[in-house]
T-cell receptor
């Protein structure tokens, strides 16, 4: 059974600081997704990483994927309060030519303090 | 705006009752998945439909069932509701099987009392 583990589960940061959220998964997968969820809201897509070594950046967030290590990172640069949310990684566990199927981690609750 | 609309947004049901949740996807989105997200947890895959046929199921009992219709809408049915079914139910659609672009709806909050 695929396991997706995020670390840390809770993260309290000061504005202006940098930090990294880690996502480890237990089986082979070539694609990984990062989502943001605000309280009481749905999931907002941040990044889709489609191959080993993929790196994507949007604003203060940068995501990378190492399929050999089964590890993805979400790096936050110079955090601001607006980044406070829960962040999920999700791994695609499809086999062969079948449709995508996502397994999510438990999420990282990020709080950015002034 | 993802173009995925779910209804109802909130509802309260009594244990043992049945519920139907609905999802309307963008035209051309032939793949739809349903997820259950309990409070404080990540979403869990319930099942997926592709061109109106079930195409994969997660670890959920048969009382969770679904349908996908030709007009790109779908529904999730849950029979014999249990207290643990209380959760946010998310619908996700995609224009193809690749999953490069997946759009989530706002979700339906179900409370079972």
């Amino acid at each position: 059974e695929l396991k997706v583990e995020q670390n840390p589960l809770f993260l309290s940061m000061q504005e202006g600081k940098n930090y990294t959220i880690y996502c480890n998964y237990s089986t082979t997968s070539d694609r990984l997704y990062w989502y943001r969820q605000d309280p009481g809201k749905s999931l907002e897509s941040l990044f889709v990483l489609l191959s080993n070594g993929a790196v994507k950046q949007e604003g203060r967030l940068m995501a990378s994927l190492d399929t050999k290590a089964r590890l993805s990172t979400l790096h936050i640069t110079a955090a601001v309060h607006d980044l406070s949310a829960t962040y999920f990684c999700a791994v695609d566990i499809r086999s062969g030519g079948s449709n995508y199927k996502l397994t999510f981690g438990k999420g990282t609750l990020l709080t950015v303090n002034p | 705006e993802t173009g995925v609309t779910q209804s109802p947004t909130h509802l309260i049901k009594t244990r043992g009752q049945q519920v139907t949740l609905r999802c309307s996807s963008q035209s051309g989105h032939n793949t739809v998945s349903w997820y259950q997200q309990a409070l404080g947890q990540g979403p869990q895959f319930i099942f997926q439909y592709y061109r109106e046929e079930e195409n994969g199921r997660g670890n959920f009992p048969p009382r969770f069932s679904g349908l996908q219709f030709p007009n790109y809408s779908s529904e999730l049915n849950v029979n014999a509701l249990e207290l643990d079914d209380s959760a946010l139910y998310l619908c996700a659609s995609s224009p193809n099987r690749a999953g490069n672009t997946i759009y989530f709806g706002e979700g339906s909050w179900l409370t079972v009392v």
